[in-house]
């Protein structure tokens, strides 16, 4: 079964982001990232788009499946 995973991570830390700032930015409690940035959470089709505008990417490169 496929696994979603994300770079989420990766991105914040590029732009020195803290957690609860890209919560503020895209209007989910800190909660929400995290358990996104553990694979506990899969995001919906508007908050992924929302968080690839904030770093200026795609769904895609945020977001992918692994075997």
């Known amino acids: 079964m496929s696994e979603l995973k994300t770079k989420l991570k990766e991105y914040r830390a590029k732009q020195d982001m803290k957690q609860?700032?890209?919560a503020e930015l895209v209007?989910?409690?800190r909660e929400t990232i995290i358990r996104l940035e553990k694979g506990l959470y899969n995001p919906s089709l508007k908050l992924?788009?929302?968080i690839a505008k904030v770093f200026?990417?795609?769904v895609e490169e945020l977001f992918?499946?692994?075997e």
Do not use: C, I, K, S
């Open 27 to 29: 209007g989910v409690r």
């Open 64 to 66: 992918f499946f692994e």
């Open 48 to 50: 992924a788009m929302d």
């Open 20 to 22: 609860g700032e890209l």
């Open 56 to 58: 200026g990417t795609t």
